[in-house]
């Protein structure tokens, strides 16, 4: 988008805004509204609004193709980790209190915000990696 001076700069103010909107719904999300889905759902709409306007190729070289696969399994892995621990630890699949029997409430609060942590991360990258794919493939000849 060259020439479109009004979009480039208009992006460049606000692409921050919504990472820190993302931030806040993302650890917010225990406590009211939000969390991991639609946390991921806000930043990946930032990386695609910075493709529409700076282009694919600036894009794929901020957060490139390989990345995105590497923080969706991170984000599966931590997920599911989450899960794993809390079997570990006596308790059954995500049963949140077996991380801290001492403090359940503790716990489950960090059982969430671990939780929510994966699906914010997998989500971002699997919407960017679709959104590559789609705004690549008239470009493939």
Do not use: W
Request: charged fraction near 10%.
């Amino acid at each position: 988008m060259k020439g479109h001076d009004i979009l480039r700069v208009t992006a460049k103010a606000l692409i921050p805004l919504i990472f820190l909107f993302g931030l806040y719904v993302q650890f917010h999300g225990d406590f009211g509204p939000g969390g991991g889905f639609q946390a991921g759902v806000i930043f990946a709409a930032a990386i695609i609004l910075y493709a529409l306007i700076f282009g694919l190729d600036e894009a794929k070289a901020v957060v490139p193709p390989r990345v995105l696969e590497v923080i969706a399994a991170l984000g599966v892995l931590l997920y599911a980790g989450v899960g794993v621990v809390t079997m570990i630890k006596g308790g059954t699949f995500l049963a949140y209190n077996a991380l801290d029997p001492a403090h359940p409430t503790h716990g489950q609060h960090l059982g969430i915000l671990l939780v929510e942590l994966g699906v914010g991360l997998t989500v971002t990258a699997v919407m960017c990696a679709i959104f590559f794919a789609f705004a690549e493939r008239g470009r493939r000849t």
